[in-house]
């Protein structure tokens, strides 16, 4: 009975929709799926770039942009809008295989192809007058509907808004707008949010009028375009060494946002695989994952100017320039060695860099990644597999990271191991993104105890006297490159990682070396398909627990032996034997004494603050409130920074905090929650692990985080007031207390003016980094 109730529901609903698209057929004409393939253009007095971007960048593209878009509506560029939206969602854990992939300017070129791929449109494709531009647009009525309905005026909005990650999509079609509009009333865009000004308003609806006109961006600067002509002849030599690089560089750097040095307009690039050589125009070569076979006898390497605002949860600057043109011919071109063949992209070749890359110097590769290093960890921070809490429960909330010396093994040994353990250094994303569980599982565990095994044997040997076990071994940055110490926080479901030693001294810390640092990135960023089945999507983020545990592996056996297996047990508390022995016991093992010597009583604590020593000369002091050069603000927010235990389970995972100084002068900063776990070993039962007692706050100068979930805004004078509140937090209402007093919630009158200030301080406070934070995980409390 109640599959036909349904049945009968499903016919209902489309019959409805049915009788929509008539009466809009009868009223307006039917569709013209091509009416923009081709870009309306610009209009006297009406300029998309100029008028109608920054509009939609600063209230639109702050939800709209990227893979968690709701309903893949990505409104960071007219070709998002053009496109349109989706009913089918990108992330979904459940998927049983795997899913076309729906990514802007890769998998179709105009907007008639991605109706073929289930999109419909956004913008009016009917008859093309302005009455029609307006009834016939979903971004019109999405508008209008919040115009007509604003929030309710309340600081806190009804149950009736779904504001969580994995909230149910309501993706409806122009056909289907009315039910929707009969049904959620106040769901007009922005959702969640208030209104759009009249300004704006009018704008964005003259705009849609007119027919959403585009105007193309100005031309490159000369000096951009020789640099670009440069760039793609050095990527494209014919040698096979040249070819080798080049791909090794483009499977590193597919995600970057390339910029050249001495652009003071920063035009960002993104290196793509073209059919066509330079010269030609780029025929993009759209494959699911960046080492998958292109179908052609040869690609090239070109660059692609990026046509989308840049946001913050994306956003990976890469400078290109004669230096670092020079460093990658230092490194891979001038060396003496020879490359006989080039491999080809069978999956268990390409999804293995040790197989693919076997050739290049094993120096040359771990420098490449260690001259940026924050870069290529920031991949799987930014990249699209850093989603939700299952994918983000396997690290810790706060860490350091250094890396091992590029010299700390002879480059010939540590070359002849890994192509010995090149099988076993295998990765899960070789059996694709239809992958299955169990099997693939047990295999790939298997090849991680033999290889733990063989690292040991090869440490025994390789490590044998005390005195090789030393600070020597991790990287110093050569005295000048800020890369050598970098710290990642996890925000329970998204990450950032930044430069330097940040906060209070942390629980762990990881020793990442070569072996350890490609494998993050194949595991993570090149083989991770966001569009992947259940059994990727699991084996991947299982196959991380592992990297996890050699990281910490690499920390511990600087300690001394004596102290290890303690300082393991206090890491991972609750958790098995067996998983312990992954990290140092049984599965991984290295008996050497430490040859540091320690005079204290807690040498974790001691060795941190010996590798601080040793990287000072590298250390940024960015994000250390030391800096501030008010005595009393510095001291005030120095004890707002000491606040620990379970009163901070209240807090926000990432806030950002204005301080308005007596004359108007606004200072931002970032407050994060550090959440205490006796281990992260738990994929989805972490609040069995949670030790609250142990949650610490990290206070900063200036932005960390990509998705703020509150903005506080305290005068100066009550910021004493406001951090014995924090201080003072034991219950959600003493929380809604001090919300009702400091936070800019979702609805408050003044948001929009606040956004817009502190997305304009993160840009004055760093430019070359700075892109629009993201709203969607903003609290509703």
Same mark, same amino acid.
């Given at each position: %009975?109640? =599959? ?19 009466? %809009? ?42 893979? +968690? ?18 009913? #089918? ?181 993104? %290196? ?7 010269? #030609?125009?780029?025929?993009? $070569? ?24 840049? $946001? ?85 909330? #706060? ?9 700390? $093994? ?44 063989? /690292? ?11 005195? /090789? ?32 030693? $940040? ?25 991770? +398909? ?65 040859? *540091? ?17 040793? %990287? ?106 406001? *951090? ?16 009702? =007093? ?40």
């Amino acid at each position: %009975m109640f =599959r036909l109730m349904w049945m009968m529901a499903l016919a209902l609903l489309a019959g409805c929709a049915w009788v929509a698209q008539r009466d %809009m057929d009868q009223r307006y004409g039917a569709p013209e799926v091509t009416r923009f393939d081709t870009p309306l253009p610009a209009k006297p007095g009406m300029s998309y770039r100029q008028d109608v971007q920054p509009i939609l960048d600063k209230r639109c593209v702050v939800c709209h942009a990227c893979y +968690d878009a709701q309903c893949q509506l990505k409104l960071s560029s007219w070709e998002g809008a053009a496109r349109g939206a989706s009913k #089918q969602k990108v992330y979904d854990a459940a998927r049983l295989r795997e899913a076309p992939t729906t990514r802007l300017f890769v998998d179709a070129a105009t907007p008639s192809a991605w109706r073929t791929r289930g999109f419909h449109p956004v913008l009016n494709e009917r008859a093309t007058t302005p009455e029609a531009n307006l009834s016939g647009s979903l971004l019109f009525r999405m508008l209008d509907l919040k115009r007509r309905h604003p929030l309710p005026d309340v600081p806190v909005l009804p149950k009736s808004f779904e504001f969580s990650l994995d909230r149910s999509q309501q993706c409806a079609r122009i056909e289907e707008f009315d039910k929707f509009e009969r049904s959620y009333p106040l769901w007009g865009m922005p959702f969640g949010l208030p209104a759009l000004s009249g300004a704006e308003h009018a704008t964005l609806v003259r705009w849609l009028e007119l027919g959403a006109p585009f105007d193309e961006p100005e031309a490159l600067p000369p000096a951009v375009e020789r640099q670009v002509r440069e760039w793609e002849t050095f990527l494209n030599g014919d040698s096979l060494k040249e070819r080798l690089a080049s791909r090794y560089a483009y499977e590193h750097l597919f995600l970057a946002h390339l910029f050249f040095d001495g652009d003071p307009q920063r035009h960002y690039f993104r %290196m793509v695989r073209s059919s066509t050589p330079p010269g #030609q125009p780029i025929r993009d $070569v759209a494959t699911r994952r960046p080492y998958d076979d292109p179908g052609t006898d040869r690609v090239y390497y070109r660059l692609e100017r990026t046509r989308e605002t840049l $946001v913050a949860k994306t956003h990976m600057p890469y400078a290109l320039g004669p230096e670092r043109m020079a460093r990658w011919r230092e490194l891979f071109l001038t060396p003496d060695y020879e490359v006989a063949a080039l491999p080809g992209y069978a999956p268990e070749v390409a999804a293995n860099p040790f197989a693919t890359f076997e050739a290049l110097p094993v120096g040359a590769r771990y420098r490449f990644m260690l001259d940026q290093a924050e870069f290529t960890i920031m991949g799987f921070i930014k990249g699209p597999v850093c989603r939700g809490q299952v994918a983000l429960d396997v690290i810790e909330d #706060q860490f350091w990271v250094f890396f091992t010396s590029p010299d700390a $093994v002879d480059p010939e040994v540590n070359a002849a191991f890994l192509a010995r353990e090149r099988s076993n250094l295998g990765l899960p994303s070789a059996q694709g993104s239809s992958a299955l569980i169990l099997s693939t599982w047990l295999d790939y565990s298997r090849r991680e105890d033999r290889y733990l095994a063989a /690292k040991s044997e090869f440490l025994e040997r390789n490590l044998d006297t005390s005195s /090789k076990v030393t600070l020597d071994l991790i990287w110093d940055g050569d005295g000048r490159n800020p890369n050598a110490a970098l710290t990642v926080f996890r925000h329970y479901d998204s990450a950032s990682v930044v430069q330097g030693l $940040v906060g209070a001294p942390p629980k762990t810390a990881w020793v990442i070396g070569y072996p350890l640092l490609e494998r993050i990135h194949y595991l993570l960023v090149a083989g991770f +398909d966001v569009f992947g089945n259940t059994g990727h999507q699991l084996n991947s983020r299982l196959y991380m627990d592992f990297l996890r545990m050699e990281g910490e592996f690499n920390f511990l056996v600087l300690l001394p032996k004596a102290q290890r297996e303690s300082v393991r047990d206090h890491w991972y508390r609750g958790a098995s034997q067996s998983t312990k022995d992954y990290l140092y016991g049984r599965k991984a093992r290295f008996d050497q004494e430490s040859g *540091i010597v320690y005079q204290s009583g807690d040498p974790q604590r001691e060795l941190y603050d010996l590798l601080r020593t040793r %990287m000072a000369p590298v250390l940024g002091n960015r994000f250390d409130l030391s800096t501030l050069e008010d005595p009393a603000l510095r001291s005030d927010l120095q004890s707002l920074a000491a606040v620990a235990g379970r009163g901070l389970s209240f807090m926000p995972e990432v806030s950002f905090l204005r301080v308005d100084d007596p004359n108007g002068q606004a200072r931002y900063f970032t407050l994060i929650r550090n959440t205490g776990h006796s281990n992260v070993t738990h994929l989805i039962r972490e609040t069995a692990a949670l030790l609250p007692d142990e949650n610490t706050l990290t206070v900063v100068p200036g932005f960390i985080g990509a998705y703020p979930n509150t903005l506080y805004f305290v005068p100066r004078a009550t910021l004493p007031e406001f *951090i014995g509140a924090v201080r003072a937090l034991a219950s959600d209402s003493d929380y809604r207390a001090l919300a009702d =007093r400091f936070a800019i919630r979702r609805t408050h009158p003044a948001f929009w003016a606040h956004s817009d200030a502190l997305q304009d301080a993160y840009v004055r406070m760093a430019p070359g980094e700075a892109g629009l934070f993201d709203y969607n995980r903003l609290e509703n409390r």
